[in-house]
Every structure is written in C-alpha cells, then in structure tokens.
C-alpha cells in the first residue's frame, strides 16, 4: 500500500482537513511512491493554535531539559541513519551513499549542536557611566515558520527547527512538497524523544497553499526561508508589511576560481565534488569555474577526464556517483539551459545529452550527466541564470582583477571556492569577493558556528552559530539606575 504522509500538528499525525493528497514521485523512477498531504491554510491554522498553546511551557522549559530532548532527537537520528538515508535517497534521487554520509549526519549534528549550544551562551550586561546598569535579555519570540526546498530535505530542516526550538519557540516547518518523507520520519523521532505536544508541527503541502498561508499568518512573526530567489521576493513581500523578522537563504551561482599557482590535484579534485555534488542540486555548487589561462587547458582536460568517470546510476545503489534530477520540471530546466549554452557560443566538452536508463527499475527516472560547457562569453544567460543541475562553465581568464570582475558580476552572492596556494592571493580575492561564504583551497567544509547565508540576490540574514540563535531571540534591554 503507498505510504500517505500526514501532517504533524500537536504531537499527532492528523489528517489535512480537506482531505487531498498530492503524488510523491521518486525521481529515479517516475511513479508516485508516496502521498502527501495537500494541506492549505486551515491546516496552518490548525498548527498555529497548537504553537501558540505550547509556547508558554515550552519556553519557560529550562534550556538544560530543552538540551536533553534535542539531544535525544540527535541520537535517534544516528540510531535510525539507514533508514532515514534510504527515504531521502527515494525522494531526492540523490545517491544513498550521499544520503548517508553528508545530509543525515550532518542532521544530527543540527540538533545536537544547537542542544549544546544553549547552554554555553552569555548575557551581555552594560554599566553606563555609573549611571545605570543594562543587561540584555534574549527571549524566545514566538511561533517560528520555516519553510524548507527538496534539495537537502532533512539537513536544511534541521537546521532551522534545532536552533528555534532550542531557544524555546514552537515552530511550524514545511518541507517541499517535492521531498516530504524525512520531515515525516523526523516527527516519529519527536515524539519517540518526547518533545512536548505543538512544539514542533509540520504541515505538508505546496507552496502557494501552505508556505503562503505561513508567511501570511499574523501570529507567525519568524519566518526562516531556504529556496529560490523568485520565491524569497514573494516571502519577503508578504513578510514586510507584517514587519516579521525574516531570513531568506536564497539562490547562487558561485564562482570556482583556479589560479595557475593551485595544487591542481587538489583542484581539480575539489571542483569536479563541488560541480557535481548531489547532481550540482546544492546551492553552494560552484557552477562557474574560472581556471587562470597558463593552465585551463591542462584543467579542462583532467577535469573532464576525471568527471566523465562519475557514474550516473540507480541511487539506491552503492556504486552510483550521480543520481536523479528531484522531478521532471527540473530536468527539463537543465535541457532548456544546455541548449540555450550552444546557441550562446558555448561548446560541449563533456555530457549534455539524457544518458540511457541505468536499468529496468529507473527506466523512467529523470536522469542527466555532469555536463562542462566551455567557449562561453563570461555575460551570457547561461553563465548568470542559476540553473540547479549537473551543468556547469569553464572559462579562462588571465589576471586576479579580471577574475574577481566575473565572479562578482551576477546578481547572486551566496559562496566561492578560490584555489592558489599564495597566502596573500587568498586574503586579497576572499576579501573583494561579494559572497556569504569563501572557501580557500576546500569546499562544504563546515563548521556549525560560522555564519551561513547570501550577499545580494543569495539573502537577507545569517543562520549557523550565534547567528541563528539571535535570530531566533529577541533582544530585550534592561536600564536599572543605579
Ligand atoms: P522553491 O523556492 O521553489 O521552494 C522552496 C520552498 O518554498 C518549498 O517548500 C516551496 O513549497 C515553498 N514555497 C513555494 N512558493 C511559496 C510561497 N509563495 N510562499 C512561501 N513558500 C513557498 O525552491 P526549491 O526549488 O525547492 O529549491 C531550490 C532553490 O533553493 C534553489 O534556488 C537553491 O539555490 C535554493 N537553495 C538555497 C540554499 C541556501 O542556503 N541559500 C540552500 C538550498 C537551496
């Protein structure tokens, strides 16, 4: 029987009231493996008056027992790691082996990072000129929606609901509607560790039904966002006039530079995980690969070399390097885009055409190999547009200002990798690059207590760290005269 995925609202799965469900389609295959709850703003309601009840205890809750259960839904996470990479591996497309190594742990770490970091924090207290005394006090603001895209379903969930409900809000999380079956599987876990009723409800559905109606909903005054920059206008229109305390995690295009004085193993080997990585569905990809002229031609060629090795195959299969584009939609974005490529002047060097199915399972399954285009003017479409998919652009360049000119010409501004094994090259091009994060000589290295998020079109706000938990607070001052 297809599992129906319910929404969880005040601690039960219930039912959405109108009683629709959507198709869950896995996307190696094509077919609707799942049903998910097609909920609309009745459901939101719903979920806010289970919030909204649960705040009063739940913030008063001493953060060493808040600790305790997040801490306990970490371990849950760790205990149930094969089955919740095998659901998220079914709903993305992403290979299993991806699933299991980098989303599901770094899961766990969300909860078990934000559970600690409750207990390490300080106040900040002031004395003014003998005149007064001022501490800060960081409260809870209340019920917090957070809305999540398909791309790293219960990674990027997680790491909204672990720092809200750590700092003692109630939160109302939607997943995509594309990916739903971790958010499920997580809710289990919720229970199982005993999080008390209401404080965490997700509410399954489409955008414009429910991510709409949370952003719309009065009482919900946070709203934390990850998806694209189209969709983040609309969220952040419908935040504004409400003045709610928004964060919007957006889209990128993100620049890969190479300089000729690189460890070009290093580099190449780099590039070839960031281009690539979960079929170039992270919005942290380096989809624009910029390698110094002395040695693009050596890169290109070992680049496409070692790439064309990836293989494209059945997610659920141990060797698959690359899996499944999320839904047809998507694909069918990433063939518009490398068509648009060659009638801008760009050439094929590798990939760019559907690949045969890799067996009798996935024969309908919306796959695409890593794709390099090069030969492109550094302004077209192509070398702008975030196009999401195994696609990617070379282009040489011949100096470090040029270079720093391409990769901060395009609206978005979320991360970079430079490669260069010059010290001062890499103070001076991460500081004029315009992007939230700058990798040196790495890629998705992480560490929980930086802040994370996106200059320019990439987003408004910072989540990670002590980031997140401000923005999650409110910051109240106390004068005391002396
Ligand atoms: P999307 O914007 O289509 O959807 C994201 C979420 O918003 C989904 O849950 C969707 O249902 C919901 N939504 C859609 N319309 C809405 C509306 N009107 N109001 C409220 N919510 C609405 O994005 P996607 O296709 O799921 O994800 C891909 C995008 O996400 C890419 O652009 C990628 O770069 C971006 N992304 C950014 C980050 C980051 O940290 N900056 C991380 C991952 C993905």
């Keep these: 029987m297809t599992t129906r995925i319910p929404n969880f609202i005040n601690g039960e799965f219930v039912e959405p009231i109108g009683g629709n469900y959507l198709d869950n389609i896995e996307p190696a295959t094509g077919k609707t493996y799942s049903l998910v ?4 703003k009745e459901d939101v309601d719903l979920a806010v008056s289970a919030a909204e009840a649960a705040f009063p205890n739940w913030s008063r809750t001493p953060a060493a027992d808040r600790s305790k259960i997040l801490l306990r839904m970490a371990d849950l996470i760790d205990r149930d790691l094969e089955k919740l990479a095998r659901a998220e591996s079914i709903d993305t497309g992403k290979p299993l082996t991806l699933a299991r190594t980098l989303d599901i742990p770094r899961a766990a770490s969300n909860f078990r990072f934000f559970a600690t970091a409750i207990l390490h924090t300080e106040n900040e207290a002031h004395v003014t000129d003998g005149v007064a005394f001022n501490y800060t006090l960081r409260q809870p603001r209340g019920i917090a929606g957070l809305i999540s895209p398909w791309n790293l379903p219960l990674y990027l969930l997680s790491w909204k609901i672990a720092p809200a409900i750590a700092v003692g809000n109630t939160a109302i999380a939607k997943p995509s509607e594309l990916t739903p079956m971790t958010a499920f599987l997580l809710c289990e876990i919720a229970r199982e560790a005993s999080l008390p009723n209401g404080v965490l409800n997700v509410v399954h559905g489409t955008g414009p039904n429910v991510g709409a109606a949370i952003t719309a909903h009065p009482k919900i005054t946070t709203i934390s966002f990850t998806g694209g920059t189209v969709t983040g206008k609309k969220v952040a229109e419908a935040a504004a006039p409400m ?16 300089f000729a004085d690189a460890d070009l193993n290093a580099a190449i080997a780099g590039s070839v995980r960031s281009s ?28 496409t070399r070692i790439a064309s090795r990836l293989k494209v195959g059945d997610p659920l299969e141990e060797t698959t390097d690359q899996g499944a584009i999320v839904n047809k939609a998507q694909l069918e974005k990433v063939k518009f885009y490398v068509d648009l490529a060659q009638k801008e002047g760009g050439k094929i060097a590798m990939g760019g055409k559907a690949p045969d199915a890799p067996n009798e399972r996935c ?12 030969d492109l003017p550094v302004a077209c479409r192509t070398n702008r547009e975030e196009i999401f998919g195994p696609v990617i652009t070379i282009t040489p360049f011949d100096n470090e200002d040029e270079v720093i000119g391409y990769a901060n010409d395009v609206e978005y501004g979320l991360s970079s990798s430079v490669w260069t094994q010059n010290l001062g090259r890499a103070h001076r091009v991460a500081e004029k690059i315009n992007a939230g994060t700058v990798w040196v000589n790495c890629w998705l290295v992480r560490d929980l207590r930086v802040p994370f998020g996106g200059m320019k079109a990439s987003g408004v706000g910072r989540e990670g760290g002590e980031e997140a938990l401000r923005f999650f607070t409110e910051p109240k001052n106390v004068c005391i005269a002396k």
């Design 363 to 374: 024969r309908d399954g919306y796959f695409f190999p890593p794709t390099v285009i090069v």
């Design 37 to 40: 709850a097609d909920s609309g």
């Design 243 to 258: 003045f709610k305390k928004v964060s919007l995690e957006l889209g990128g295009k993100n620049p890969n530079i190479i």
């Design 276 to 303: 690539f990585a979960n079929q170039g569905q992270i919005c942290l990809c380096g989809s624009r690969v910029f390698v110094e002229r002395p040695v693009y031609k050596e890169f290109v060629d070992r680049f």
